[in-house]
């Protein structure tokens, strides 16, 4: 039997059914079942939701569009209207315009039916979408009818060290590895490593595992970490950085740095005229290190950075995928210290790298420092001079 009760309030507004039988709470009197289309007022009472105005039909009514609200301030604000690969703007109660008969429309790269996926966030006048089938993408807005879509871009924007190259002073049956990456200004960004002389792409296959061949005998080795530098026709690999596995004198299958093979069935066709480098040094056969026999690595002169660290491979054991593991031994090179001075306008950069614990010395208009040795593993710390 229905029983009429007078409730002064609905401060409480819906109540989760796990409540519905508790009576004892004062939550319990002021709260309802189910409200629909209202908003509840801090004051206590309710009133109904107001209705939509309608604006214009969207451009694809076959399409389960989106709106997305975008607003810079009190005065600039904006609902975004997604579709299947295409957004438009809506302001004041009407489509922005191109003219004064199109409306204005950017092309996005995201389809109808993967946008109940699509999550965002807005910072000023740049909104960031994210995917899990896409790239990650920043909406910026100039003006009412300027809009951009571009990737995030996740690499540093330190340029990396390049030309690197390695001089032996004796020849031996030992073989290091140098990796070289340039720090900013600050100190809170590292660059990519950088890349030794380039050697020229002949061809990129469109399969899983992607092979390259190169014009000549490219000289590395499986496990390796390269940078294809440029790919024209196929961009989806140019800038990035990949594991080999050695497949002839001139050609190598590709891997990510997850060691899983890149598949590049559905990318762009490389058209030729591309370039590759190793993503680190590796020297001629060399006597063990000492004060006498040293290794100086050398690369192009750089400005508005801070410092050069230097990454030395000091075993190669095998990882349990066969490949090698390769940890590294860290030097940094400081601008700012008396140890190695360099002027930010100096054309190119060398460091020699030996094994004796002298102390570490300058160039001639600077003073000597000296660094107490430290052992590591039964071995005295690499000293490093300037020359």
């Known amino acids: 039997m229905t029983q009429n009760v007078i409730q002064p309030s609905f401060a409480a507004g819906e109540l989760s059914p796990k409540l519905y039988a508790r009576v004892d709470q004062a939550m319990y009197r002021v709260g309802a079942r189910k409200m629909l289309n209202f908003f509840v007022h801090p004051a206590g009472g309710a009133s109904n939701r107001p209705g939509t105005e309608f604006v214009g039909a969207v451009k694809d009514s076959a399409i389960r569009g989106r709106l997305i609200p975008f607003q810079f301030n009190t005065q600039h604000t904006y609902v975004l209207e997604f579709g299947d690969q295409v957004m438009r703007v809506i302001k004041d109660g009407g489509y922005v315009l191109s003219d004064p008969d199109t409306i204005y429309e950017i092309p996005t790269p995201y389809a109808g039916e993967d946008l109940p996926l699509l999550k965002y966030t807005q910072s000023a006048d740049v909104m960031t979408f994210c995917h899990p089938n896409y790239q990650p993408q920043d909406l910026s807005r100039a003006g009412d009818a300027e809009w951009t879509f571009s990737p995030v871009s996740f690499y540093p924007t330190v340029t990396r060290p390049s030309g690197l190259s390695?001089?032996?002073?004796?020849?031996?049956?030992?073989?290091?590895?140098?990796?070289?990456?340039?720090?900013?200004?600050?100190?809170?960004?590292?660059?990519?490593?950088?890349?030794?002389p380039a050697m020229g792409i002949t061809a990129i296959s469109k399969a899983k595992p992607t092979v390259v061949a190169t014009g000549s005998a490219h000289g590395l080795q499986t496990g390796d970490e390269?940078?294809?530098?440029?790919?024209?026709?196929?961009?989806?690999?140019?800038?990035?950085?990949?594991?080999?596995?050695?497949?002839?004198?001139?050609?190598?299958?590709?891997?990510?740095?997850?060691?899983?093979?890149?598949?590049?069935?559905?990318?762009?066709?490389?058209?030729?005229?591309?370039?590759?480098?190793?993503?680190?040094?590796?020297?001629?056969?060399?006597?063990?290190?000492?004060?006498?026999?040293?290794?100086?690595?050398?690369?192009?002169?750089?400005?508005?950075?801070?410092?050069?660290?230097?990454?030395?491979?000091?075993?190669?054991?095998?990882?349990?995928?066969?490949?090698?593991?390769?940890?590294?031994?860290?030097?940094?090179?400081?601008?700012?210290?008396?140890?190695?001075?360099?002027?930010?306008?100096?054309?190119?950069?060398?460091?020699?790298?030996?094994?004796?614990p002298s102390p570490i010395t300058s160039s001639a208009n600077s003073s000597p420092i000296r660094r107490r040795s430290r052992r590591r593993s039964g071995r005295r710390r690499p000293a490093i001079s300037r020359t």
């Open 166 to 196: 390695a001089v032996v002073a004796t020849g031996g049956s030992s073989v290091y590895r140098y990796k070289v990456t340039a720090v900013n200004g600050d100190d809170t960004e590292e660059s990519l490593p950088g890349i030794a």
């Open 226 to 356: 390269i940078c294809i530098v440029t790919a024209p026709g196929m961009p989806e690999v140019a800038g990035g950085y990949f594991l080999i596995v050695v497949t002839g004198a001139t050609s190598f299958s590709l891997r990510k740095l997850d060691n899983s093979d890149v598949d590049s069935t559905g990318y762009g066709t490389y058209t030729g005229g591309g370039a590759l480098g190793a993503a680190f040094i590796r020297t001629a056969g060399s006597a063990a290190l000492s004060s006498t026999n040293t290794i100086t690595v050398s690369w192009a002169g750089q400005s508005g950075v801070s410092k050069f660290n230097i990454y030395r491979e000091i075993s190669a054991p095998l990882d349990i995928s066969g490949h090698p593991a390769r940890p590294v031994s860290k030097t940094t090179i400081s601008n700012r210290t008396q140890a190695i001075r360099r002027p930010r306008s100096a054309t190119r950069s060398r460091v020699r790298i030996g094994r004796a």
